[in-house]
């Protein structure tokens, strides 16, 4: 998303969030921590990417937590346990 331009970043982004809510709000957070990591002048690339991936398998356990309809939360359990498998990490 990041090497798009904007209009192509809406699109594809949109085109994301619509198919599976949870897993473009998780890389929604993910990339908003990259950037914020990017202007604290941090790492933000390589080991970095791991922290902000870190960070966004955090929301989703926090949103997981939250009081959902079934499916989100089941959403959000399918999610977390495919993000945090020992192969991706």
């Known amino acids: 998303m990041g090497q798009l331009r904007e209009t192509e970043a809406i699109i ?13 709000a998780r ?10 990591d990017y202007l604290d002048g941090k790492q933000y690339y390589d080991k970095g990417e791991m922290a902000a991936v870190k960070k966004s398998i955090d929301f989703l356990r926090v949103l997981g937590s ?5 499916d989100l ?5 399918a999610s977390l346990k495919q993000w945090t498998e020992e192969r991706v990490l």
Not at 73 to 77: F, H
């Open 12 to 24: 594809w982004l949109n085109k994301y969030l619509l198919e599976n809510p949870v897993e473009g």
């Open 27 to 36: 890389f929604i957070v993910q990339k908003a921590q990259q950037m914020q």
């Open 66 to 70: 939250k009081r959902l309809n079934e």
């Open 73 to 77: 939360k089941q959403q959000c359990l």
